[in-house]
């Protein structure tokens, strides 16, 4: 399926790639001349039929119909999408069949689809000062650390049974059904992997160290809790609740406490032999959270090859 950005008003057309960097940026995707556009503003990466925007920490933010992106979003033929003064239509080849034209206005239609509340195990990964890296990047070198890093994720998470959610510009969000111990060893294993100096030491990576003195490292945060699981919209499953919420708490605490992985006391609970992988690192309060929380860190181990 081709996808397209389109500037009405100016008679402007954009093709999409399978991967694409809009902003100021020379070696930009999508060059775009406003003083309001940040050098790597946005991402749009394809995934599937799907294609997910992404903000990269922009200084005016990117919107979708007038809503800010936070989180990746899977665009809808007919989408406005706005960053700075520039305007775009996200336009397929063959249009989409939830969305009718009635005189003049554009009418979007979901199927309401069940959704079901489910345990699941909760990780979060995230590249640690991404946005001040990518000021001392040029886009295209931003583009090849972002799609090494995807590729890295996919292959580690989805090799050990782990379902990616989303991938939200320099972070990736992925669960397993169910709690039990093979899925919480996985989890560790999957965290261990991304989070050390193997995945650090990418072809990518290894590069932007030795010519730049730039280090990208990993960051994660694993949970377990209650999610609501279903469609959310036309081919769009995604996993949302207080758990979720939690997890990427857990996350930015990694920065507080200096560690690269931390993973909530309900990882821990019930799973004695997991003490051996971790250690307690306290209770802390997080944002938006009315409790502190209790989290564990992981220990350090041999390093683990990436293919492993």
């Known amino acids: 399926m081709a996808a397209f950005l389109r500037q009405h008003d100016r008679g402007i057309e954009f093709a999409l790639a399978d991967f694409n960097i809009l902003g100021r940026s020379p070696d930009a995707t999508i060059r775009l001349q406003d003083t309001g556009v940040s050098r790597q503003h946005a991402t749009i990466r394809r995934d599937g039929n799907l294609f997910w925007v992404s903000d990269l920490g922009s200084a005016n933010g990117s919107f979708v119909n007038d809503v800010a992106v936070t989180t990746a979003r899977a665009l809808r033929h007919g989408d406005r999408i706005q960053l700075g003064t520039c305007l775009f239509t996200f336009?397929?080849?063959?249009?989409?069949?939830?969305?009718?034209?009635?005189?003049?206005?554009?009418?979007?239609?979901?199927?309401?689809?069940?959704?079901?509340?489910?345990?699941?195990?909760?990780?979060v990964g995230d590249l640690r000062n991404f946005t001040n890296l990518s000021a001392q990047l040029s886009a295209e070198e931003v583009a090849a650390m972002l799609r090494e890093w995807y590729a890295q994720c996919e292959k580690v998470l989805k090799s050990r049974g782990a379902i990616i959610d989303k991938?939200?510009?320099?972070?990736?969000?992925?669960?397993?059904?169910?709690?039990?111990?093979?899925?919480?060893?996985?989890?560790?294993?999957?965290?261990?992997?991304?989070?050390?100096?193997?995945?650090?030491?990418?072809?990518?990576?290894?590069?932007?160290?030795?010519?730049?003195?730039?280090?990208?490292?990993?960051?994660?945060?694993?949970?377990?809790?209650?999610?609501?699981?279903?469609?959310?919209?036309?081919?769009?499953?995604?996993?949302?609740?207080?758990?979720?919420?939690?997890?990427?708490?857990?996350?930015?605490?990694?920065?507080?406490?200096?560690?690269?992985?931390?993973?909530?006391?309900?990882?821990?609970?019930?799973?004695?032999?997991?003490?051996?992988?971790?250690?307690?690192?306290?209770?802390?309060?997080?944002?938006?959270?009315?409790?502190?929380?209790?989290?564990?860190?992981?220990?350090?181990?041999?390093?683990?090859?990436?293919?492993?």
């Open 91 to 123: 336009e397929t080849d063959d249009g989409d069949a939830d969305v009718q034209s009635t005189s003049g206005s554009t009418t979007f239609h979901t199927v309401a689809l069940p959704v079901k509340s489910v345990k699941a195990t909760l990780l």
């Open 167 to 308: 991938f939200i510009g320099d972070g990736v969000f992925a669960y397993w059904l169910g709690d039990s111990t093979e899925v919480r060893v996985k989890a560790t294993e999957a965290a261990r992997i991304l989070s050390g100096p193997e995945a650090s030491h990418s072809p990518v990576r290894k590069q932007l160290k030795e010519e730049k003195g730039l280090e990208v490292h990993c960051h994660i945060g694993l949970n377990i809790g209650s999610v609501a699981l279903g469609a959310m919209g036309r081919g769009v499953n995604t996993a949302v609740g207080e758990a979720v919420n939690v997890t990427f708490r857990i996350e930015s605490l990694t920065r507080k406490l200096q560690v690269p992985v931390l993973a909530g006391s309900s990882f821990l609970e019930s799973w004695p032999d997991g003490m051996r992988d971790y250690k307690n690192v306290g209770i802390h309060p997080v944002k938006g959270q009315p409790e502190p929380v209790e989290v564990y860190a992981l220990v350090e181990s041999e390093p683990v090859l990436l293919d492993a």
